[in-house]
């Protein structure tokens, strides 16, 4: 496998998470959920701006809407986003988080529903649910998490992928026709030495990359859970990743500058854009019937 570091952008994020590819407008999205920012990185300019920021509550994770739109996941809410002006507007979300819960990680599922955990507020908790939302239903697909993290999918989505990041720990969920588990299993134990692991990606063979909390990299799987390549970064908390470019054969990879300890390095809470000989599989548009046009 071949991965080359070709940018680092010198960003500094607070908590940096939740890249997505807008493949209309060549450019990559990504939020500092803790600094309250939306960001946009344009690969081709290797350039990043802030696009909205001075939101009410920290946030959580982004997908695409229709129209050019994205929803933006606040830690209670839903927000509708143009990334281009960076203007947003509140939309009802038919899921509501509890009192000691805050929405986290979520992504698009090939057939359009959107898959979105909670995790506890505290994070000591195990009152996190992962959740199904297919137009106006909701399904609790898993619970029992501290923290949710890194829906993935398979390319054909037949299976799914979560991140139980304090059970240290990938899930892996067989779906039924109707987009539904109907079996979970342990994909791959992290081990302690490893860090947690957080966001994740699927690529267009299957290999499963997974960022690292506390660990340093990415870890790439194959489809039968053995660890295919480790990919090091100059950054403790690696949070997500996602394939984005015109041929989706470039990573985007995300760090946070929170609890790095004595272990600091230079990258902290910055971007890292990989070149790969790998392809990525386009997150599609999450079918909301809530959203504005």
């Known amino acids: ?8 952008v010198s960003i500094g994020a607070i908590l940096g998470e939740s890249p997505i590819w807008l493949p209309d407008s060549g450019v990559f999205l ?42 933006l996941v606040t830690a209670t809410a839903f927000v509708q986003l143009d990334p281009a002006s ?3 507007v509140a939309i009802d979300s ?9 929405f986290n990680d979520g992504k698009v599922a090939p057939d ?14 195990a009152t996190g649910s992962l959740h199904r939302i297919a137009g106006t239903r909701v399904d609790v697909v898993d619970s029992g998490f501290v923290i949710s993290n890194g829906p993935a999918f398979a390319p054909g989505g037949r299976r799914a992928y979560f991140a139980d990041s304090a059970g240290r720990r990938i899930l892996q969920y067989e779906l039924g026709g109707a987009g539904l588990p109907v079996s979970r299993s342990e994909f791959t134990a992290v081990p302690d030495a490893d860090g947690l692991p957080d966001g994740l990606t699927v690529d267009s063979s299957g290999h499963v990359f997974s960022a690292h909390w506390q660990g340093s990299r990415i870890t790439v799987y194959g489809p039968d859970g053995v660890i295919r390549e ?34 600091a390095d230079d990258g902290e809470g910055d971007i890292f854009l990989f070149e790969t000989d790998c392809t990525g599989v386009l997150e599609p548009v999450f079918a909301f019937p809530h959203s504005q046009t």
């Not at 939306?38 to 695409?64: I, M, Q, T």
């Open 30 to 71: 990504w939020l500092d959920l803790l600094g309250r920012k939306v960001h946009r990185y344009d690969p081709r300019k290797r350039e990043n701006v802030v696009v909205a920021d001075g939101f009410s509550e920290n946030l959580a994770c982004l997908a695409r809407l229709a129209g050019g739109h994205v929803l």
């Open 112 to 125: 359009g529903s959107f898959w979105l955990g909670t995790s506890d507020v505290d994070e000591t908790d």
């Open 94 to 102: 038919p899921l509501v988080p509890g009192d000691d819960t805050c």
């Open 86 to 88: 960076g203007t947003t």
């Open 230 to 263: 480790r990919i090091r970064l100059p950054a403790r908390n690696i949070t997500s990743c996602t394939f984005g470019g015109h041929d989706l054969s470039h990573l985007l990879v995300t760090s946070a500058a929170i609890d790095v300890g004595d272990e």
């Open 1 to 8: 496998m071949r991965v080359a570091l070709i940018d680092q």
